[in-house]
């Protein structure tokens, strides 16, 4: 079965650091670019970041350009999302999905169920 | 960076009714690369359509998509007790961005 698990979710302060993880199973990681989508509280989806099969080609959306690095090991079957600086609007329910095909700008058919990052003092 | 709005907010219909769902976009969704997703309470979205209208696998044919340049839709024929949740819409041609979702409640 394809499946996606996140984890590293958690509560943190605001300016603090959390790393994420997304690991995968079911299917060849390597054979795929991947990506993070969040969704804040009561809110719509948000595309956060993305990264080719081989991490040679990433992605951020602007809300994140600076403090947020995507990276991915495909040894192990993983996709990290490391998270700085952050801020009360990051606060979200962050998803890892995959784009059907493995190209980088395509439809996501598989999500995993979310990991919940909190930002609070 | 392309805009989608989806309207209405919320449609509020009962089971069996037909449902019309709309997503423009600010500038044309290149090669109609649109796809749409519902999501219920606690769950992560599920993939519908692709490709404007292609239904992914294992979605039943009630489920449409239509469209191209800057007006697509979505449109279930005979709205069935499951189907009452929130769907949106999602451009990936070039870059990623979702509408802000359309609300199906019962009425």
């Known amino acids: 079965e394809v499946q996606l698990v996140e984890s590293g979710g958690g509560l943190v302060q605001p300016g603090r650091s959390l790393r994420l993880s997304c690991a995968a199973s079911?299917?060849?990681?390597?054979?795929?670019?991947m990506h993070w989508v969040r969704q804040a509280p009561g809110k719509g989806l948000e595309w956060v970041s993305g990264?080719?099969?081989?991490?040679?080609?990433?992605a951020y959306a602007d809300s994140v350009k600076g403090r947020f690095s995507i990276s991915r090991d495909n040894s192990k079957n993983s996709l990290f999302l490391q998270m700085d600086s952050l801020r009360a609007e990051d606060m979200a329910l962050y998803y890892c999905a995959r784009p059907a095909a493995g190209f980088f700008y395509y439809y996501m058919d598989v999500w995993g169920k979310g990991t919940t990052v909190t930002v609070s003092s | 960076e392309i805009v989608l709005t989806q309207s209405p907010g919320t449609l509020s219909l009962s089971p069996g009714d037909r449902a019309t769902l709309s997503c423009r976009a600010s500038q044309s969704v290149s090669s109609s690369y649109l796809a749409w997703f519902q999501q219920k309470p606690g769950q992560a979205p599920r993939l519908l359509i692709y490709?404007?209208?292609s239904r992914a696998t294992g979605i039943p044919d009630r489920f449409s998509g239509s469209g191209s340049g800057t007006d697509f839709t979505l449109t279930i024929s005979s709205l069935e007790p499951e189907d009452f949740a929130v769907y949106y819409c999602?451009?990936?041609?070039?870059?990623?961005?979702f509408g802000g979702g359309t609300k199906v409640e019962i009425k």
């Open positions: 490709g404007a209208a």
């Open positions: 079911g299917f060849t990681l390597e054979d795929y670019a």
């Open positions: 999602q451009q990936y041609g070039g870059s990623f961005t």
């Open positions: 990264i080719s099969w081989d991490g040679g080609n990433v």
